[in-house]
């Protein structure tokens, strides 16, 4: 699974710098002899890699995909009789959403938000449950992925622990949260919770693609 890239430096093209998306970037490249350019996942990969050379850049990709080659290796693949989960958050607090996938086709089986105000860690504790009810009810013996530490250390211990204060904005998403814990409470489970390997695997296909 290839990460889709974000940002793209140009320290040779038409006007060098940092572009977000490889339209904006081609439209510098495109026709100019020599160009020298590249894409990141996050605009700070982007502007470290701009702050040194194209040739520093080429050998840290290399050394990268080096070290995720050996991993996968060491791993293998992902269990595709899975599904995964994954939020996004536009800011800390800020709007957030979550949404569970079918991991092999990327086919959405849920998903919810925007919520006006919430974090990453909420969205992604709230995803795991929700993942984890939508495989109880529908009797499926599917593995659950997820790239959150956090919220699989929350779901073990039924508790979402976040510092985030309720408030006006956020009521809906409080009811939420106290309804993931009252199903962790509740029921039972046996769908095995995994941390997706992102250095080996690529972003989780859940992922919204903002970074």
């Not at 793209?8 to 339209?23: A, H």
Request: with cysteine; net charge positive.
């Amino acid at each position: 699974m290839g990460q889709k890239k974000q940002y793209y430096v140009i320290w040779k093209g038409k006007n060098p710098g940092i572009y977000k998306g490889w339209q904006a970037c081609k439209k510098e490249v495109d026709g100019f002899e020599g160009a020298r350019y590249m894409g990141f996942l996050s605009r700070e990969a982007a502007q470290n890699a701009f702050e040194s050379s194209y040739e520093d850049s080429l050998k840290a990709n290399a050394r990268k995909k080096k070290a995720s080659k050996d991993l996968l290796k060491k791993i293998g693949p992902p269990n595709y009789r899975s599904i995964s989960v994954d939020a996004a958050s536009s800011g800390n607090p800020g709007i957030m959403e979550y949404q569970g996938v079918d991991t092999k086709s990327g086919k959405k089986l849920f998903r919810q938000g925007p919520f006006e105000e919430g974090t990453n860690n909420i969205g992604e504790f709230l995803a795991i449950v929700h993942g984890l009810a939508y495989l109880k009810k529908h009797q499926s013996s599917r593995v659950l992925y997820t790239d959150s530490k956090t919220a699989m250390s929350w779901v073990r211990k039924k508790k979402c622990n976040t510092q985030l204060k309720p408030s006006e904005k956020n009521t809906v998403l409080f009811q939420m949260i106290r309804r993931a814990e009252e199903w962790l409470h509740s029921n039972s489970y046996e769908t095995p919770v995994v941390k997706w390997e992102t250095r080996a695997w690529g972003e989780i296909p859940a992922d919204f693609g903002r970074k």
